[in-house]
């Protein structure tokens, strides 16, 4: 049996497919809003880390001046 499309039935399927669209957007809507917060969350603990790197670099370089200087300080 051969399926007619009538008005009606044209009209329910667009019906539909607009729900079925605005579900879609409502949700990517709601994965983008949890992924930017978490880039967000992400981003504050690459400051963090940028600075104890920073921190760890500075210590490391100080430490190295001081052990040359007290290298050359006992050859003289």
């Given at each position: 049996?051969?399926?007619?499309?009538?008005?009606?039935?044209?009209?329910?399927?667009?019906?539909?497919?607009?729900?079925?669209?605005?579900?879609?957007?409502?949700?990517?809507?709601?994965?983008?809003?949890?992924?930017?917060?978490?880039?967000?969350?992400?981003?504050?603990?690459?400051?963090?880390?940028?600075?104890?790197?920073?921190?760890?670099?500075?210590?490391?370089?100080?430490?190295?001046?001081?052990?040359?200087?007290?290298?050359?300080?006992?050859q003289i």
């Open positions: 049996m051969r399926a007619t499309w009538t008005d009606s039935r044209l009209d329910d399927f667009a019906a539909r497919t607009d729900k079925r669209f605005d579900e879609l957007e409502r949700r990517m809507d709601a994965g983008f809003a949890r992924a930017d917060h978490e880039f967000r969350e992400m981003r504050g603990e690459i400051g963090g880390l940028h600075r104890a790197i920073i921190q760890v670099g500075g210590g490391l370089i100080g430490t190295l001046i001081v052990a040359f200087a007290g290298l050359i300080a006992t």
